[in-house]
C-alpha cells in the first residue's frame, strides 16, 4: 500500500528543530539567509549565533557560501567556536579559501586537529607555503606526521582523499577479541564500515563487513568471514579511476594500498560521490567551453572573463576558418544571394548532429562503456544514423528551400529544383560528416591520452562548418551558377 | 615518505586471480572479451565457463555488454546457475531486457528471490506484465509482497531505489541485546550501516553507525549512543532530491519513511552513487540534444536515428528563423557580400558565449548554488562578463574586419573603419543577449518547473541567433548601405 502523501513532503515530525531554515527540499531558504545577513548587518549577534544554532555544517557552509563576499567572514567571526571544523571541509573551494585567509593560524589549527586526515588536507592544501607550516607546526605529533604524509601525495589521488585512520585486526584474530579492543578505546576511525584483517606484515588478506561481523558469535576467527576478493586501491590511483572502481562494484569503503599491498588507508564512498560529481560536471562543463575552476558563483569577474575570452578566441579561430571557406565563393553568394539565406542552415544543423553523437561518445568514453572492443561497430552506428539523419532532412530542406526558391521567383525556371538538389546533397554530406567527426575526434583524443571533453567541440564544429559551408557553396557554384 | 610507484599500478599480489580478465584500470581487457566471444562461436562450454569463472558480478555484467547483441544469451545459457542474480542488476537497461526477454521465467524468478528489492524491483519492472505475473507468482509469499510494494511506489522514487530489508530496534535495547538477536539470525539485510532506532510504532528516533556501537559495552542503551539529528527520507521524494541529501550529508545509509514517519526501509549510498551519475548524465546529454534511452551502445540504429530526429527537427525551428532574419535583408547582402562572409563569427560566437553561459547556470542549479537568494547577482555578474568579452572581440573583430575589407578594396573609400564598427557594436549586442539568455533562460525554466538542461540550448541558440543576425545585417543596412 502506498501511502497518499505527495511527492517530497515532510510532516511535522520529520522536521527537526534546526530544519526550520530548510525549505521542504533540504535547501536553505532565500529568508533564512537573508535573516542572517540582516542580523550581521544589525550587529545583533546574539540573534545571529541563535540562528545558526542548529545548523547541520552541511547547511552552515552553504550559507556562507551565499552570503555577500563582505559578510562571510563576519560570520564566522561572531560565530568563534561555536562554528563546527567540519564546515570548513564543507565550503566552495574560492570560499574556503576566502574565510581561511582570514583567520587566525591558531585557530586554522585547532579545526584542523579535530578533523580526519582527508578532511584537513582538503583545508589546508591550498595555504600559502608559511601559512600551512605555521598550521602544522601547532598540531600534535601525531596528527602533523599524517596530515604531511597526506599533502605529500598528489592531488587528486587516493593518498589525498583517503584517510589514514583505518581499523585492521591480525588474521588470527576472533570476533570477541575485536569487539574487545573496540570497546577499550584507543586511536580509532570515527566512523568506520568494514574490519581490515591484515597479515603481521600489514598486507591485506580481506575485509569483513561490519554488519557480517555482528552476526557471528564470538569465537569466530576473521579468516571465516572475510571476503577474499577484495578490491584494493592503489594509493597513487587517480581520484576518476578509485571512482570508477567504488561505482562499478558497489563499494562502501575500500582499503588504500602501497607497493607492497600495505594498508596505508581507508578511502570512503562519501568522498567518492563528491569526485563522481565533480568529474560528470567537468565534461559537462568542458563540452560547455567552461573551465571547472570558474564555474562556482563565487569566482570574480575579471577571473571568469579571463578564462571564458580564451576558449572564445579559440573559437573564433574555428569562424574565421569558416569564414575564409565562404568568401571563397563570393562571386557565386553574389548571384545567388538565397545562398547566404540558406547556409547557416547547413552548419547549424551539422554542428548540432556533431554535438549529438560527440555528446554520447563523451559520456560513454567517461562510463568506459566504449571501448578498444566496439569502437569499430560504433562508429558503423554512428555512421548509419547520420545517413539516416541526413536523408530525411535532405529531402526534407530541398523541397522546402526548392519551393521557397520558386515562390520567391529567384534564378531562372527550374533553378528551385536544382537549388533544393544542392541543398539536399549538401545536407547528406555534412551530416556524414558530423557523425564520423562526432565518434572519431573523441576517440582519437582519448588515444593519445587527452582528455575528448575538453577539446573535442572544437574539431568536431570545425569539421561540420568548413564541411557544410564547402559542400553546399561548392556544389551551387558549379550546379547552380557555372 | 611516498612509496615509488607509478599511477594507477599494482603488483602481482594486489591482483586476484580473477583479475587476469582486467587491465590496471580495472576494466575487461578487449583480449579477454575476444576470447570469450570466440569460445562462444566455438560451443567450447567448458572454456566458456573456465574464463567467467572467477568474475565479479560487475564484470560479467560489463562482458555481457560488449559481446555483440547474438551472443549475450548464448552466454547465459552456457553459464547457466553459474551466473550470479546480481549480475541482472548490474547490466545496462537494453542488454538487461533483452537477456530477460529470452530468459526462462522460472529462472529469473529464481534469480529475483536471491535479490534485494530494490535490486528485484529493477529487474522486473520493464518486463511485459504477463511474465511480471508469472515471476511474482513463483516467489514466496514474504518475496512477492515485498516486490510488488516496492513496484507499487513510482518510478524514480525512494520507495523503489530502497531495500525494505532494514535492521531496526526498540529505544530501550542494549548494545548486548542487539548483538544476541544479530547473532541468532533471522530476516536480516545482508549489509547494513546503522541500527535504525524506533518507537513501540515503529516511528525512527534515531541511528547508531555500527562502528560507534561496536566501541560501547553490553549495558549501553541505544538511546545513549544515538544521533538525533538523522536524516530521514520521504518514501516518495525523487531520486534526485534524494542524491541531494546523501551528498550534502556525507549519508552511508538512510533510513526511509512513510507520512506518520514510520519506518518502511532504507537507502544505501552505493545506489546514490549511480543517481549521481545519472542525473549529470542526463544534463550533460540534455545540453548535447540526446535522449537519456538511446545513450546507451546497445541501442538499435532505428530507435537513434528518430530520437536524434526530433532534436535536430527542433534545431531545424530555430536556424529556419535565423534564415528569415537574413533573408530580410538580402538586398544588403547582394550589395555587399562581405556581410554574408563575416555573419556566421556572429552568430557563432554569441552561440558559443551562450553555451558557456547556460551551462554554468544549468550546473549551479543542478548543485543548488544558484538559488532565489543569489540569482539577481548572478545575472550581474553574467551582465559585466559579456560586457568585457563582448567589449573585448568587438575591438578584436572590428579593426580586423576594416582592414581585410580596405585590403580587398571592398566598398568605397572610408568604408572598412563603417563595416569595423558595424560588427563590433553587433558583437557587443550579441555577446550581451547571449549572457542575458544563458542565464534568464534557465532559471526562468527552472522556476517554471521545466528541466532547465532539456530545452534551454534551444531558446538560447535561437536568442543568439536572431539578436546576432538582426543586429549586424540591420546596422549594415543603416550605415552602411542606406
Given at each position: 500500500m502506498v501511502p497518499e502523501?505527495?511527492?517530497?513532503?515532510?510532516?511535522?515530525?520529520?522536521?527537526?528543530?534546526?530544519?526550520?531554515?530548510?525549505?521542504?527540499?533540504?535547501?536553505?531558504?532565500?529568508?533564512?539567509?537573508?535573516?542572517?545577513d540582516e542580523s550581521l548587518l544589525d550587529e545583533d549577534n546574539e540573534k545571529t549565533r541563535g540562528?545558526?544554532?542548529e545548523l547541520r555544517p552541511a547547511d552552515m557552509a552553504d550559507l556562507l557560501e551565499q552570503l555577500p563576499e563582505g559578510r562571510r567572514y563576519h560570520l564566522v567571526e561572531v560565530l568563534g567556536p561555536q562554528l563546527a571544523p567540519e564546515t570548513l571541509a564543507e565550503l566552495a573551494e574560492e570560499v574556503r579559501d576566502e574565510i581561511i585567509e582570514a583567520m587566525p593560524n591558531a585557530q586554522i589549527a585547532e579545526a584542523v586537529a579535530?578533523?580526519?586526515t582527508d578532511e584537513a588536507a582538503f583545508v589546508?592544501?591550498?595555504?600559502?607555503?608559511?601559512?600551512?607550516?605555521?598550521?602544522l607546526a601547532a598540531l600534535d605529533l601525531a596528527d602533523r606526521l599524517a596530515l604531511q604524509a597526506s599533502l605529500d601525495y598528489p592531488d587528486e589521488s587516493a593518498g589525498r582523499l583517503m584517510?589514514?585512520?583505518?581499523?585492521?585486526?591480525?588474521?588470527?584474530?576472533?570476533?570477541?577479541?575485536i569487539i574487545d579492543r573496540l570497546r577499550s578505546g584507543g586511536r580509532l576511525p570515527d566512523l568506520f564500515y568494514e574490519v581490515f584483517v591484515v597479515d603481521p606484515g600489514y598486507k591485506v588478506l580481506g575485509s569483513v563487513p561490519l554488519s557480517r561481523f555482528l552476526k557471528a558469535p564470538r569465537?569466530?576467527?576473521?579468516?571465516?568471514?572475510?571476503?577474499?576478493?577484495?578490491?584494493?586501491?592503489?594509493?597513487l590511483m587517480d581520484q576518476e579511476e578509485?571512482?570508477?572502481?567504488?561505482?562499478?562494484?558497489?563499494?562502501?569503503?575500500?582499503?588504500?594500498?602501497?607497493?607492497?599491498?600495505?594498508?596505508?588507508?581507508?578511502?570512503?564512498?562519501?568522498?567518492?560521490?563528491?569526485?563522481?560529481?565533480?568529474?560528470?560536471?567537468?565534461?559537462?562543463?568542458?563540452l560547455g567551453g567552461v573551465d571547472r575552476e570558474e564555474s562556482g558563483l563565487s569566482v570574480p569577474v575579471p577571473k571568469i572573463a579571463r578564462s571564458r575570452f580564451i576558449w572564445l578566441a579559440v573559437n573564433l579561430g574555428t569562424a574565421i576558418l569558416a569564414s575564409f571557406v565562404i568568401s571563397f565563393f563570393d562571386a557565386t553568394i553574389e548571384q545567388v544571394v538565397a545562398l547566404a539565406v540558406l547556409m547557416p542552415i547547413v552548419a547549424s544543423m551539422g554542428g548540432n548532429a556533431g554535438t549529438q553523437t560527440l555528446t554520447v561518445a563523451v559520456r560513454n568514453l567517461a562510463t568506459r562503456d566504449l571501448t578498444g572492443a566496439n569502437t569499430f561497430r560504433v562508429v558503423g552506428r554512428e555512421t548509419a544514423v547520420s545517413l539516416i539523419n541526413g536523408a530525411a532532412f535532405a529531402v526534407l530542406l530541398g523541397v522546402t528551400a526548392g519551393i521557397w526558391y520558386e515562390a520567391i521567383g529567384g534564378g531562372g525556371p527550374g533553378e528551385g529544383v536544382i537549388l533544393g538538389a544542392v541543398l539536399a546533397a549538401a545536407m547528406v554530406v555534412t551530416m556524414l560528416s558530423a557523425g564520423l567527426a562526432g565518434i572519431l575526434v573523441p576517440v582519437t583524443l582519448q588515444r593519445f591520452g587527452a582528455d575528448p571533453a575538453v577539446s573535442s567541440a572544437?574539431?568536431?564544429?570545425?569539421?561540420?562548418?568548413?564541411?557544410?559551408?564547402f559542400a553546399f557553396l561548392g556544389l551551387a557554384a558549379i550546379f547552380l551558377v557555372g
Open positions: 502523501i505527495s511527492e517530497g513532503q515532510f510532516t511535522d515530525d520529520t522536521v527537526d528543530a534546526n530544519d526550520a531554515a530548510l525549505d521542504e527540499r533540504m535547501s536553505l531558504t532565500a529568508e533564512f539567509v537573508r535573516s542572517v540562528l545558526c544554532e579535530e578533523l580526519d589546508v592544501q591550498d595555504m600559502d607555503d608559511a601559512d600551512r607550516e605555521e598550521v584517510q589514514r585512520e583505518v581499523f585492521a585486526a591480525p588474521s588470527f584474530s576472533t570476533v570477541g577479541q569465537d569466530t576467527r576473521l579468516t571465516d568471514l572475510m571476503a577474499d576478493d577484495l578490491v584494493r586501491v592503489p594509493v578509485v571512482a570508477y572502481l567504488f561505482e562499478k562494484y558497489n563499494l562502501i569503503s575500500a582499503p588504500v594500498v602501497d607497493e607492497s599491498d600495505r594498508l596505508v588507508g581507508m578511502m570512503t564512498v562519501d568522498d567518492v560521490v563528491e569526485v563522481v560529481r565533480t568529474e560528470a560536471d567537468e565534461d559537462l562543463l568542458a572544437v574539431f568536431v564544429t570545425t569539421v561540420t562548418d568548413v564541411v557544410g559551408f
